[in-house]
C-alpha cells in the first residue's frame, strides 16, 4: 500500500503568519491527492482535490501544489479558525490512505 | 443539502458484532459511492471500504476482508457497516464519506460514530 508521510508532525505559528505543511507519497499518485482538515471533535472537510483544486466554499487563503510524490498545503495568512489538524489523502491506487496529520497550533 | 447522519455511539464487548447506520439526504443516494472510514484516538484516518448504493457492490480493504459487511437499503437512503469480532484496537469514530466515484475524495462526511470496545 502508498504511505503517506506529512511533516511536520506539529507546527507552531501565529495569526497571520503562513503555514507549509508537506505530504510525501511512497510512490507515484500522480495529481490524486487531498487534503482535509480537521478540529477536534469534527469530521475532517475536504479543502482540496486533485493536488491543487480547492473544495466549495474554501477560502482562496489555501492553496495546494505539487504531484508524483511531494505535495504541498499553504495556508496564507492563517486565521483562528485555520488552528487545527490537517491530513492528506491519496485515491490513486487501492486501498485509499491517508497521512498521519500535521497539528497546526499556536 | 447534504447530510450524512450516523447512528449512535457503541460499547461492545471484545468479539462481538457492531453495525452502524449512515443516513443519506440532500442527494440522489444511488448516484454516489459510500465508503467508510475510521479514526483511533490520535491517528489519522483509516479506509475501510466502499459500496455502491445503486448496485450493492462492494469492496474492501484487505485489511478488514472477513470481518466487514457494507449494506444498503435504497428504500430507507440508508448505508451500513458491519464489523465482526471485534477487538480492542477497533475502538475508534467511524465515519460514512461521500465520494465521487471508487476511488476517489470524500465531500461529506457523516458525524462520526464512536465505537469503544472493552471488557
Known amino acids: 500500500e502508498i504511505v503517506m508521510t506529512q511533516s511536520p508532525a506539529t507546527l507552531s505559528v501565529s495569526p497571520g503568519d503562513r503555514a507549509t505543511l508537506s505530504c510525501r507519497a511512497s510512490?507515484?499518485?500522480?495529481?490524486?491527492l487531498a487534503w482535509y482538515q480537521q478540529t477536534p471533535g469534527q469530521a475532517p472537510r475536504l479543502l482540496i482535490y486533485d493536488a491543487s483544486t480547492r473544495a466549495t466554499s474554501i477560502p482562496a487563503s489555501f492553496s495546494g501544489s505539487g504531484s508524483g510524490t511531494e505535495f504541498t498545503l499553504t495556508i496564507h495568512s492563517l486565521q483562528s479558525e485555520d488552528f487545527a489538524v490537517y491530513f492528506c489523502?491519496?485515491?490513486?491506487?487501492?486501498?485509499?490512505?491517508f497521512g498521519g496529520g500535521t497539528k497546526v497550533e499556536i | 443539502q447534504v447530510q450524512l447522519v450516523q447512528s449512535g455511539a457503541e460499547m461492545k464487548k471484545p468479539g462481538a458484532s457492531v453495525k452502524v447506520s449512515c443516513k443519506a439526504s440532500?442527494?440522489?443516494?444511488?448516484?454516489?459511492?459510500l465508503h467508510w472510514v475510521r479514526q483511533a484516538p490520535g491517528q489519522g484516518p483509516e479506509w475501510m471500504g466502499w459500496i455502491n448504493p445503486n448496485s450493492g457492490g462492494t469492496m474492501y480493504a484487505q485489511r478488514f476482508q472477513g470481518r466487514v459487511t457494507m449494506t444498503r437499503d435504497t428504500s430507507l437512503r440508508t448505508a451500513y457497516m458491519e464489523l465482526s469480532s471485534l477487538r480492542s484496537d477497533d475502538t475508534a469514530v467511524y465515519y460514512c464519506?461521500?465520494?465521487?466515484?471508487?476511488?476517489?475524495?470524500?465531500?461529506?462526511w457523516g458525524q462520526g460514530t464512536l465505537v469503544t470496545v472493552s471488557s
Open positions: 464519506a461521500k465520494g465521487v466515484g471508487p476511488s476517489t475524495r470524500f465531500d461529506y
Open positions: 510512490q507515484s499518485v500522480s495529481r490524486n
Open positions: 440532500g442527494y440522489a443516494f444511488t448516484g454516489y459511492y
Open positions: 489523502q491519496q485515491y490513486d491506487k487501492w486501498p485509499l490512505t
